[in-house]
């Protein structure tokens, strides 16, 4: 079954505006009042920031964040520093930048995740493989923003594709763990490991609004897409049918952004904890999802 028989969108009046983002056929539907809305996006090789006239290309950077509420932009510069690596912290209001070392190559730091008050930026370190089998995560930088002060943290053991980001009290930070999940306190310590859970969505946060809801691309046993959970005790909630290839996370504490095909292009959507779509949020050709990688990120108001 294809979002597009779940979605009946022929029922469903938009009274907000549509917008397209440029040198890509995908039309945004928004509405006044959405709890979030898309603040920025990449494609193979470019980021875009979204500004008051539209979105705005980013040619000095490669990731691109922003924090809730939208007072800060975290960016990662595509070039090195005297051998560094950066992270670049933008004040919107005053358009102030301020750039901050973060690990020495050959180390890389980069996919930042904003903590949920706004304060800290965690972003995930890579290093080659030593045998040329690419690259591996090995910890996580903390860069705390007003102290423009940026902490390299080695975890040992660390799962190899792990890519981090915070809890929902913004007081431990989280990654994948092989089948579960693996929750660290600040200094790199394990503080509990949620096992056979699936890894986390994608997204600006793996958690619900409200903290009590974790979601995962399911364990196969449970033949369903998504799956949400207790984040402490890793009890199941909810298995979510849904036909999705991608997920951007949480819309609010009862719904996800899940992405599915529809026709000959992709759509994303707000589907409810049974796996219904209710509202339609971006229409996506297969062009931009497929040959340009389009990655749509989505920042609570």
Not at 50 to 64: E, I, K, M, P, V
Not at 168 to 194: C, E, I, K, N
Not at 258 to 282: I, N, W
Request: charged share 25%; aromatic share 10%; with cysteine.
């Amino acid at each position: 079954m294809s979002l597009s028989t779940l979605l009946l969108a022929a029922t469903l009046a938009l009274t907000g505006a549509d917008v397209r983002l440029p040198g890509l056929d995908v039309t945004l539907h928004e509405q006044p009042g959405d709890p979030k809305r898309v603040t920025a996006y990449t494609t193979a090789g470019s980021a875009y920031l979204r500004t008051r006239g539209g979105f705005a290309g980013q040619r000095s950077y490669n990731d691109l964040a922003v924090s809730p509420g939208g007072g800060f932009v975290a960016a990662i510069p595509r070039k090195f520093a005297k051998g560094y690596d950066r992270i670049a912290i933008t004040n919107r209001a005053t358009g102030r930048t301020t750039k901050i070392r973060t690990v020495k190559a050959p180390m890389v730091a980069g996919t930042p995740y904003w903590s949920p008050d706004g304060r800290k930026v965690v972003l995930t370190v890579s290093k080659g493989d030593d045998g040329g089998g690419g690259w591996r995560s090995i910890g996580f930088v903390v860069v705390d923003v007003a102290a423009k002060r940026a902490r390299l943290v080695k975890v040992r053991g660390a799962y190899p594709d792990a890519l981090f980001q915070w809890s929902p009290d913004g007081r431990r930070v989280v990654s994948d763990y092989w089948d579960g999940v693996r929750f660290y306190v600040p200094d790199g310590r394990v503080a509990w490991t949620l096992w056979r859970t699936g890894g986390l969505v994608g997204g600006e946060s793996a958690f619900s609004p409200d903290g009590r809801r974790m979601a995962t691309w399911c364990p196969k046993r449970y033949k369903a897409a998504l799956c949400t959970w207790n984040p402490y005790n890793g009890k199941l909630d909810k298995k979510v049918k849904v036909p999705a290839v991608a997920s951007y996370g949480w819309w609010d504490r009862e719904h996800l952004i899940a992405v599915g095909r529809h026709g000959k292009g992709y759509l994303s959507v707000v589907v409810d904890l049974k796996g219904r779509a209710v509202r339609p949020l971006a229409d996506i050709s297969r062009t931009a999802w497929r040959d340009y990688d389009l990655y749509l990120s989505y920042t609570r108001n």
